[in-house]
């Protein structure tokens, strides 16, 4: 059974950092592009980052590029999120979901809740 | 990449079909739309991929079309477990999602 579990969310103050962790189990991570996504409380899903099997590409909404990095270990399949200079408005729950040809999300982990406080 | 137009609220009786639009800004939505469904305080679940396919497990009363800048969910034979958030998202050197469309089941 594919099982995404995200941690490392909290609250964290305007300016500072966090990173997130997407434990992989139930298939091949390394086989797969991963992603994030994120909803603040009440509203829609956004996109944020993409990233490559092997780790060789990454692609950013351009709401988060030059803030937060996507990154994975596929020997630990964990995909990672740093979240760097964050805002209030980058307050949400945070997926992560995986990527099959091109189709996000054909599964997701729980989410984990970041709270960016100003 | 263009924005993606749901409307916001649909309703419907048991029983009846409705459809989901999910319109592209500017030009073709492309052959790369999915659809999620999503209960509150849920991940979202994927419904259709790739315009019309369906994954295993989910039930043959989605079903997922296109027609130029327009792709669209319909639901047939709704039933009250239906009533949740339902998400567009297409893919065009980056991931767009719609906004969403509340669906109520009255």
């Known amino acids: 059974e594919v099982q995404l579990v995200e941690s490392g969310g909290g609250l964290v103050q305007s300016g500072g950092s966090l990173r997130l962790s997407c434990a992989a189990s139930g298939f091949t991570f390394s086989d797969y592009w991963m992603h994030w996504v994120r909803q603040a409380p009440g509203k829609g899903l956004l996109w944020v980052a993409r990233i490559y099997s092997d780790g060789t590409n990454t692609i950013y909404a351009d709401s988060v590029k030059g803030r937060f990095t996507i990154s994975r270990d596929n020997a630990k399949n964990t995909l990672y999120l740093q979240m760097n200079t964050l805002r209030s408005e980058d307050t949400a729950v945070y997926y992560c979901?995986?990527?099959?040809?091109?189709?996000?999300?054909?599964?997701w982990g729980q989410g984990t809740l970041v709270s960016v406080s100003s | 990449q263009s924005a993606l137009t749901q409307p916001a609220s649909m309703s419907g009786s048991p029983g009846q079909s409705i459809t989901i639009s999910c319109t592209g800004a500017s030009s073709d939505v492309g052959n790369l739309v999915s659809w999620y469904q999503q209960y509150p305080g849920k991940a979202p679940k994927l419904m259709i991929y790739e315009v019309t396919k369906r994954p295993s497990g989910v039930s043959n009363r989605f079903s997922g079309s296109k027609s130029g800048n327009t792709a669209s969910l319909t639901i047939s034979g709704l039933q009250p477990e239906d009533e949740a958030d339902y998400y567009c998202?297409?893919?065009?050197?980056?991931?767009?999602f719609g906004g969403g469309t509340k669906l109520t089941v009255l």
């Open positions: 998202c297409s893919y065009a050197s980056t991931w767009v």
């Open positions: 979901a995986r990527d099959s040809r091109y189709t996000l999300g054909d599964h």
